[in-house]
């Protein structure tokens, strides 16, 4: 049976949510998961908007077109403006740890924050490392792993992710 899937990653604060759109091209089944959670289950031909909740933001989803396109919102912004307007304020990594979990680790990049999410909790004891005011980097420990976020600025400001002495992509967020 053919399937179309369209996926969608949403941040919220430190977490990003993903919604999964799946739909039986036959039988106009469609199926909206939120974070692997069945949320929605109807027919395409409804064409209904739906609206999820997530942490208090109220998320639409709707039809776009008779191709199983989607518009996503997130509270009243185009999820590409959500999404735009989440990285001015946080950073987003994500790493694949030893046995092959994959996680995401979210910084604020207000300087005085100090405030590291990993694996959905925040890290205890970051200590913010400064050598000079237009550097600082945080580091920790995750059982054999070790992690360094360097914040610089060179213009604008810039961070990266060290894991065990290699640099980590930011996180490229899905959006159908």
């Known amino acids: 049976m053919a399937m179309i899937v369209r996926r969608y990653d949403i941040p919220i604060s430190y977490r990003w949510y993903e919604i999964v759109i799946e739909v039986e091209k036959e039988s106009g089944r469609r199926k909206i ?98 050598w000079l005011a237009a550097f600082w980097k945080f580091e920790w420990k995750y059982n054999e792993v070790e992690f360094k976020i360097e914040f610089v600025i060179e213009r604008t400001w810039t961070e990266t992710l060290v894991m065990n002495k290699k640099i980590v992509d930011h996180f490229q967020p899905r959006q159908g």
Not at 52 to 63: A, M, Q, S, V
């Open 33 to 130: 998961f939120l974070d692997s959670a069945l949320k929605v289950e109807d027919q395409v031909w409804q064409l209904v908007a739906h609206i999820l909740d997530i942490e208090g933001t109220k998320i639409l989803i709707k039809d776009f077109n008779d191709t199983f396109g989607y518009t996503v919102m997130v509270g009243e912004k185009t999820l590409d403006q959500h999404i735009h307007d989440h990285s001015k304020e946080y950073s987003t990594w994500e790493v694949t740890l030893p046995g092959g979990a994959k996680t995401k680790v979210i910084a604020n990049k207000d300087p005085n924050a100090k405030t590291v999410f990993f694996r959905g909790k925040r890290v205890p004891g970051i200590e913010k490392i400064r």
